[in-house]
């Protein structure tokens, strides 16, 4: 049966995610933007209200939640701010590896580490030679004994500076490429080190830092899944995180659709409100269609995870359309505010450098388009298992 008709728990849920992104994050979003603080305080609110951890089992403290409630509550977090939104998002990031292959001593251990108390944990996968094409990454991790030593420089990591412990991905095998990866939890100790923190074009919220592993030891039962299975759990995990990522940009789109359709009706010139121009009225109309595609495909992606399936292509394609749609949505947003759009004193332009990154991390739309296409080339069955 296809319907997306929610459950009155579900819609309790959303209510209460928008009311904590209208009264807690809204307010201060803009300030936020501005300064580029760490919003600690709000993060440490939704840890406490349950809006962080929210894929973790509940028998790891979590609150278990489906993909599809996941996806409703980082609409609505985005609506208030993406950036605020994706630093409460990035536990879930760092965590899914373990839902993927983690051993039921390492969840027990790091996800209840999380829900414990308010922790912040990173996914370290990118680095300085090393984004689109991860192939190509040179953080080695070689096993002595009972441990392993992790030496390498990871770029871009979201909360990496806060962050307790993190999900890295290092060389096995160094002459087996992709397929010489294998994915790690490293607890932060003082061989581990932040040695950047990137002043960004929008999400300045959010932190985004460079982390380095010198001589890191970690005990060899710290390894996620199998020696060299590292690439297939990253490919895993994106397909779980990416339905959150294309639910914030439609939080981003929906934002900057009703920011511009209010001011079109206040704003007047040549003596009636810009509204009643068919060239506002239609980009009203595109920005009203995109915001409600990217949230069909994003709710279509993530409840295909909710029933045990693979959803690989329709993860890629809500993505790809969400990215590109609201940064498409937040430009003709500034469009409609004219002139006013591009001040900082108005709430558009921010919209509009939050959604670039849409574009960008957990693989660009370039990215997507290329598993589209071989999702489409050489189709796998749907029905596969999303087991590694
Ligand atoms: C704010 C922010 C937060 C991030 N958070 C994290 C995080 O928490 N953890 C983490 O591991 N990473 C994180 N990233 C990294 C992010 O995922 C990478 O930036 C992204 O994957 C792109 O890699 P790159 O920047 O090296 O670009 P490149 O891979 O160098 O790409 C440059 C351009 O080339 C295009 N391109 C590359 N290869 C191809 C191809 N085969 N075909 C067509 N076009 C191609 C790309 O689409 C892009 O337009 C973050 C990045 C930012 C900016």
């Known amino acids: 049966m296809v319907d997306f008709t929610l459950t009155d728990e579900q819609k309790a849920l959303r209510e209460m995610a928008h009311d ?39 028998e790891y403290g979590g609150p278990g939640l489906t993909y599809l409630e996941g996806a409703i509550v980082e609409e ?27 051993s039921e001593e390492l969840k027990r251990k790091y996800l209840g580490m999380l829900t414990e108390e308010y922790k912040l944990a990173s996914f370290c996968l990118t680095e300085p030679d090393a984004g689109s094409d991860v192939s190509g990454m040179r953080t080695t991790a070689v096993r ?43 607890p932060r100790d003082d061989t581990v080190t932040v040695d950047k923190k990137e002043d960004k074009m929008g999400q300045r919220a959010s932190n985004t830092a460079t982390i380095t592993f010198n001589e890191t030891e970690i005990p060899a039962d710290h390894l996620i899944g199998e020696e060299n299975k590292g690439f297939k759990i990253a490919m895993m995990t994106l397909d779980r995180t990416r339905p959150g990522v294309a639910a914030m940009a439609t939080g981003i789109a929906r934002a900057a659709f009703e920011f511009a359709t209010e001011y079109s009706k206040e704003r007047v010139q040549f003596g009636v409100p810009i509204a009643m121009h068919q060239a506002i009225q239609f980009m009203i109309a595109d920005m009203a269609t995109k915001v409600h595609i990217s949230r069909l495909a994003t709710w279509n992606s993530a409840v295909l995870l909710d029933q045990g399936r693979r959803n690989t292509i329709e993860s890629s394609h809500a993505k790809r359309f969400a990215a590109d749609a609201a940064m498409e949505v937040a430009t003709d947003a500034v469009q409609v505010y004219g002139g006013y759009g591009f001040i900082k004193d108005y709430p558009v332009e921010k919209l509009m450098r939050d959604a670039k990154i849409m574009q960008l991390y957990e693989g660009t739309s370039q ?12 189709p796998r069955r749907i029905e596969e298992p999303a087991t590694v």
């Not at 609505?76 to 536990?91: D, K, R, Y």
């Not at 392993?148 to 500076?161: A, D, E, L, R």
Request: overall charge negative; glycine content about 12%; aromatic content about 10%.
């Open 76 to 102: 609505e977090l985005s609506w208030g701010c993406s950036g605020i939104a994706t630093s409460i998002g990035a536990n879930g990031l760092a965590t899914a590896p373990l839902g993927v292959a983690g």
């Open 367 to 378: 990215i997507q388009r290329l598993v589209i296409a071989r999702e489409t080339l050489l």
């Open 20 to 58: 904590f992104a209208e009264k807690e994050i809204r307010p201060v979003a803009w300030e936020y933007d501005r300064d580029g603080t760490w919003p600690e305080e709000i993060l440490r609110k939704a840890w406490e209200l349950g809006l962080m951890n929210g894929h973790t089992p509940e």
């Open 144 to 186: 002595k004994g009972d441990k392993y030593v992790i030496n390498g420089s990871k770029c871009f990591i979201t909360n990496g500076g806060y962050a307790d412990w993190y999900t890295v991905y290092a060389k096995t095998d160094k002459e087996a490429g992709h397929r010489g990866i294998s994915c790690f939890v490293v």
